[in-house]
């Protein structure tokens, strides 16, 4: 993500930069059709100050620095008012020009939409008007007032207004940009996650389980997956009901998952069975591990548990390893599940190994 970051940002300033230098090359049409005055030298200190200024600009991301900003963290505020900087020098040599220099800021700021709110656009704004009319005073005390000085006040009110109403837009942006991120997490959640015991969905265990095998192939290490089901599980949802089948099943995933590691991963597989990964696990420490749960869930007092043939609910399990039982997705779930149906008839409340 750092390295993307970094892209989508040193693309930002360079594409800034073509706008700075658009607008110099503008300057200089106005000029060769005499809309405005200005010697060619400061029309090359203008083009080498921008050149500078957006070079710091892109070397800030280049090199992490940008990071250090924590005040900035979408680095917005810190290019913006390096745009700003110089299109008040834009400003200082063509001064005739110099309301084409504030609807560009305008164009600038297209750069925050969604990411700046109304205090973040205003901010700007006012930066960009205190060096609108420093420039301006500064033109008037050696002589080169573009006009009188209670024009330019006026167009600095009406710049800040238009500001404000962009902070406003920008806020609305900014919230409806934050509010579809949500959305975004929310569905990606749902998309990979259970919804009855809101334990990862089997879509999400087989991802888990190809990233695994990729790790296995590349470094070695192995990993069990075990398939764990709810004996006599019908039963008890004949008896007592689906609501009742329903709180069964998120109770006893709540004891599974209780009793795990924090490196495994407990899925819902489908009906009444889940389904277990355990990275850097060999066969044998996972029987044990899963012998020691099948103990906790049959010790465990859940609610209608008298109608279960034992008088208890209880689990099996069926275990299978990679790299020892296969390195293929299927061939290792097929094994484990070959696993569970031995368990089973082998007289139930039992683990099984490939």
């Known amino acids: 993500m750092g390295a993307e970051s970094s892209r989508i940002r040193k693309r930002g300033v360079a594409l800034a930069t073509v706008g700075l230098l658009f607008a110099l090359g503008v300057l200089l049409v106005m000029r060769i059709a005499g809309f405005s005055e200005f010697s060619t030298i400061r029309w090359l200190g203008a083009l080498a100050v921008t050149l500078v200024v957006q070079g710091i600009m892109w070397l800030l991301p280049h090199l992490g620095i940008d990071r250090l900003l924590t005040w900035d963290y979408h680095f ?8 700003g900087v110089l299109l008040c020098v834009y400003i200082y040599i063509a001064p ?13 700021i297209m750069f925050m939409a969604g990411l700046a709110g109304f205090f973040g656009v205003l901010g700007v704004g006012l930066l960009m008007t205190v060096g609108y009319l420093f420039v301006v005073m500064l033109l008037g005390s050696q002589g080169r007032a573009p006009g009188p000085l209670r024009f330019d006040l006026m167009v600095a009110f009406l710049f800040v207004m ?10 609305r942006l900014k919230r409806d940009r934050r509010e579809m991120k949500a959305l975004r997490e929310r569905l990606s959640e749902m998309a990979l996650t259970d919804p009855l015991t809101e334990l990862p969905n089997r879509r999400h265990f087989h991802e888990r389980v190809s ?5 296995v192939q590349r470094h070695g290490g192995g990993f069990t997956i075990a398939i764990i089901d709810i004996d006599d599980f019908k039963i008890f949802n004949d008896e007592r009901g689906h609501l009742a089948g329903d709180h069964l099943l998120k109770e006893v995933a709540t004891v599974i998952r209780t009793q795990m590691r924090v490196s495994d991963m407990l899925a819902r597989f489908g009906g009444d069975e889940f389904v277990m990964l355990m990275p850097n696990t060999t066969c044998d420490e996972a029987v044990r591990g899963l012998d ?27 275990a299978a390893c990679c ?11 097929k ?6 149906y031995r368990a089973k008839r082998s007289g139930k409340n039992r683990i099984e190994r490939a």
Request: cysteine-free; overall charge negative; glycine content about 12%.
């Open 323 to 333: 790299p020892q039982d296969g390195t293929e997705h299927d061939l290792i779930v």
């Open 76 to 83: 917005l505020y810190t290019p913006l008012a390096a745009a």
């Open 211 to 215: 990233a695994e095998i990729g790790r």
């Open 335 to 340: 094994k484990a599940d070959d696993s569970l």
């Open 162 to 171: 238009i500001n404000i109403y962009g902070g406003v837009v920008f806020e």
């Open 96 to 108: 005739e020009l110099r309301l084409i220099g504030l609807l560009s800021w305008t164009i600038a």
């Open 292 to 318: 020691r749960i099948r103990k906790v869930v049959e010790a465990s007092g859940f609610s209608g548990a008298e109608i279960q043939p034992e008088g208890r609910v209880t689990i099996s399990a069926g």
